[in-house]
């Protein structure tokens, strides 16, 4: 079971966001705000609170039933991608301008779970394609 969480127009560079989301791509939910929580670049603290709404999402979509600690979540897709840009100009000398431009991003996290709600290992479809 998957569930998705999107944050957009986040007032950052890509470049900047994407050494975040490397660091915490394919870890364990609890690993990942582990590392989150201490990192001290600003990207985390907006990660952060992306991934806490992702498992938020994961157990509202099972109806608050179960709890996201028994069933070893972890990230599966964390993706960034460019937004917009904000173009700005900046006096320089002689009476010219230099243009500024404010970088966006949107940033995606997928959630999964290992093991099924029913307590069975989830398979893979390159498991089921390997018979």
């Not at 779970?113 to 398979?123: K, L, M, Q, S």
């Amino acid at each position: 079971m998957e569930a998705v969480a999107k944050m957009k127009n986040i007032p950052l560079s890509a470049r900047k966001m994407r050494y975040v989301v490397d660091s915490i791509r394919g870890k364990n939910v609890d690993e990942a705000l582990n590392i989150l929580k201490f990192s001290k670049r600003e990207a985390s603290e907006f990660v952060e609170k992306l991934l806490l709404s992702a498992i938020s999402n994961w157990e509202n979509k099972l109806d608050m039933a179960h709890n996201a600690d028994d069933y070893g979540l972890f990230i599966k897709t964390a993706l960034v991608d460019e937004a917009g840009m904000l173009k700005r100009f900046r006096p320089a000398p002689h009476g010219r301008a230099h243009r500024i431009r404010k970088r966006l991003n949107h940033v995606t996290l997928i959630v999964a779970n290992n093991v099924d709600i029913e307590g069975e290992e989830e398979t893979t479809e390159s498991e089921n394609t390997e018979a």
